[in-house]
Structure formats: structure tokens, C-alpha cells
């Protein structure tokens, strides 16, 4: 049986661990694949106790994934980085030692190189697979977390054009990103270019999102007391990329264009700035809610909204983004207003009518583009016809995913 360690510079816990990365595993797993996963704790010895972590793998054991861990370091950044990566390192080439994997899988970049190095360390040469993700270092510069052309910027670019020699195969989240770095991979098929290459979006279980109906709506609307409300939902955080001012900008003119609008927002951090910017811009108590949800609960939530947001800086590195909370709109039936120059989203919703794409961020941009959604109508079955066919976890990204480790298992 081919054996695959999946690396993820993550905790287990982790919102995106629980909702991406475990059902990936899962779907990798149906083709005979034996699957471990090592994952990268914060506090470590105040979150976890030994019980703790013994029932966890005995429940991941069960779901054919085996866990391994290590703790996770956070200041100072780039030591406390620096040493994540030796001792990951080292741990994986003592694990390539006793397990012989077939495949070294890394989430990103620094488990990627995690991974070139423990390979380097090990005589058992498994193939690497590169799961970009995102453009990392320019996503550093883009957030303002780096300083742009910096040695740390400069460093990571230097460490990423090494991994990708190195690699065996790669999966991007993009066909943008895809142009841009394997560009005479694109009209070819995944077992055809020399290393193969897949662009799989950030995919959701359509399964789950059934609970997303007529009953979960009138549920939710009886508990915000919403009624017949005007509900505009935003997931996911705010600051960085993310573009906070303008959010709450285009809530405050969706309000004053009908007083009745109602702000659900669901997010894990910052809710109390969130909620306090809304009131500062005319929303009382009963116009809003900002909170967390559990990701069970979030089709429940969002199916009660009418129409959903997102606006991200449009900046370079966001070619390579397929913001998740795209196909969980769509699988809820929300038709979405967004911003142009964000990964694959101007063409998703230009191709298949799913919403409107804002060209500037202005109060007679956010009212035309509500107007322009009232004006097309109910399109709550094209959105999910379209989550289904382009962020199925079944069907799109496990398809994808097992087809990807087909090819490096078939050129070993």
C-alpha cells in the first residue's frame, strides 16, 4: 500500500485543519493510500495533555488517518520559525526512515521545505509534492506583515525558486496562478507536462451544505427576530487583505439605501471592532450580528442571508487565492458581490451569472451592484449548481487529488 505524510504548519484544532485539510485526506485515502498527517501545535503543553493527544489519534486512527505532532513556535517570528524548521526537519527524516513514504506532501511553503530537507537527510527519496497554495512571500509584502523587496522577502524568494526545482508535482488553487508559474503546463494534462500540475480550488462538502434550506432560514431569521428582512452575510476575517473599511462601508450604503438591511457577519476574531464600526455608522443592536459559528452551523447561518460579500485587495499575490467563503456562499445559494483581480472569481461569476463584480469601491458602485443583483432575480439554484460543479470536495477536489498522486505514484 503507498504510503503518503501530509505536512501542515498548523494545529489540528485549526478552523481550515478541521475543514480542509482532514477531508482532503479523507478523499486521498479512497485510493488505497495509507495517509498520516503531522501537524504543528501551539502551546503545545497548555492545549493538548497526553490523554488528550492519545484520543485524538485513536479518532483519527479510526478515519484511517494516522497523527503525529509537534509543538508549534511563535516569537521570535523568524528564529522561533527557523527552529520549527530543523526540528520538523529532523523529525521527518527519522520518520522517513522507519515508514519509507512514497510521498512527502506539503502544505505550503514551509513545510515544503521541511520536507526537501528531510528528503536530503533520508537515503528513502519519496516525491515531493508541492501544494503551493497561495504566493507566500508576496502575500507577506501584500498584508504589510514584511517590508516589500526586504531580506526576508527576499530570502523566502530565493528559498521558494528552490523548492520548486526540487518538487515532483504541484497544486495550485488557480489558473491565474497556474499561468503564472507553469505556463507550459496549460494546455496540457496532469500526467502529459513533465511534473505534473493541478489547479484544485478550496472545495466544501456539499453534503454538509444541504442543511442549508427553507427550514434552517426561517430557524435562524426567528432567532435574530430578522423577519422579512434585507440580510447581507460576509465569512471570514477582516484587516490585511481583507478590506475592512470598504465592508463596512458598503453595509453602511446598503443601510441607508433600506433602512430594514440586516448585517450578518460571521467571523472568528475582532467582532466587537466590527460590531462597534457598525454602530458608529448608524446600525443599532438589532440591525447586526458578528460572531463565530462552528463550520456545522455556518450553512445553517448563512442560508438565512440574501445575498453575501467579499472584498479582498486586489494585489498580486491574490491571483493565486480561491477564498473558501466563494464556494460556501454559493453552495447556500447566495448569489455574491466581489472585487475584480481576485484569483479565478472575476470569471466564475461573469460565466456563470452568479453575481456582480465591482470595478471601484464607492457608494454609487455598492448600490448599482445591488440594484444589478435585484434585477436578475432569484439565481439561488445556479449558485449551487455551480458550487457543485467547480467546489465539490468529492467530485472536484478528492477527483484532482487522487489524480495528482496517480501520476507521481505511476512515475516512481
Known amino acids: 500500500m503507498p504510503k503518503t505524510l501530509y505536512l501542515c504548519y498548523f494545529g489540528l484544532r485549526e478552523p481550515l485543519v478541521q475543514t480542509q485539510v482532514i477531508p482532503y485526506l479523507l478523499e486521498i485515502a479512497k485510493d488505497n493510500i495509507e495517509v498520516s498527517l503531522l501537524t504543528f501545535e501551539p502551546d503545545m503543553k497548555q492545549k493538548w495533555t497526553a490523554e488528550q493527544i492519545t484520543n485524538e489519534k485513536s479518532a483519527l486512527a479510526e478515519r484511517a488517518i494516522i497523527w503525529h505532532c509537534l509543538p508549534y513556535h511563535k516569537s521570535p517570528s523568524v528564529p522561533a520559525t527557523a527552529f520549527d524548521i530543523l526540528n520538523g526537519s529532523w523529525y521527518i527524516a527519522k520518520l522517513l526512515r522507519k515508514e519509507q513514504y512514497d510521498v512527502l506532501h506539503c502544505r505550503v511553503h514551509i513545510p515544503t521545505l521541511m520536507g526537501a530537507i528531510a528528503r536530503k537527510l533520508s537515503k528513502h527519496k519519496p516525491k515531493l509534492l508541492f501544494d503551493i497554495r497561495g504566493f507566500f512571500p508576496e502575500e507577506y509584502t501584500d498584508a504589510g506583515v514584511w517590508p516589500e523587496n526586504g531580506w526576508l522577502y527576499r530570502s523566502a524568494k530565493r528559498v521558494e525558486s528552490w523548492l520548486l526545482e526540487e518538487s515532483d508535482g504541484f497544486v495550485v488553487l488557480t489558473e491565474k496562478a497556474r499561468d503564472i508559474l507553469f505556463p507550459e503546463s496549460k494546455n496540457t494534462g496532469c500526467d502529459e507536462f513533465e511534473r505534473p500540475v493541478e489547479v484544485i480550488p478550496c472545495c466544501v462538502d456539499i453534503e454538509k451544505f444541504k442543511t442549508a434550506n427553507e427550514w434552517s432560514r426561517r430557524e435562524v431569521r426567528a432567532e435574530f427576530e430578522i423577519g422579512d428582512r434585507f440580510v447581507i452575510a460576509y465569512v471570514g476575517s477582516f ?29 472568528q476574531r475582532n467582532a466587537e471592532s466590527i460590531a462597534r464600526m457598525l454602530v458608529e455608522r448608524g446600525f443599532s443592536e438589532h440591525d447586526f450580528f458578528v460572531g463565530s459559528v462552528t463550520p456545522g452551523e455556518l450553512p445553517k447561518y448563512l442560508c438565512s442571508a440574501d445575498i453575501a460579500i467579499s472584498f479582498i485587495k486586489a494585489c498580486y499575490s491574490k491571483q493565486s487565492s480561491s477564498p473558501t467563503k466563494i464556494a460556501e456562499y454559493l453552495a447556500c445559494g447566495l448569489p455574491i458581490i466581489a472585487n475584480r483581480g481576485v484569483g479565478d472569481v472575476d470569471h466564475l461569476i461573469e460565466t456563470n451569472g452568479i453575481g456582480v463584480l465591482l470595478d471601484e469601491f464607492s457608494n454609487e458602485a455598492y448600490l448599482g451592484a445591488i440594484q444589478k443583483l435585484a434585477s436578475i432575480g432569484d439565481v439561488g439554484n445556479k449558485c449551487r449548481e455551480t458550487a457543485f460543479r467547480e467546489f465539490d470536495l468529492e467530485k472536484v477536489g478528492g477527483l484532482k487529488y487522487r489524480r495528482i498522486y496517480a501520476s507521481l505514484l505511476r512515475s516512481e
Do not use: H, N, Q, S
Open 239 to 267: 484587516g490585511g487583505w481583507y478590506l475592512t473599511e470598504e465592508m463596512i462601508d458598503f453595509f453602511e450604503a446598503a443601510k441607508r439605501r433600506d433602512p430594514k438591511v440586516f448585517a450578518l457577519i460571521l467571523t
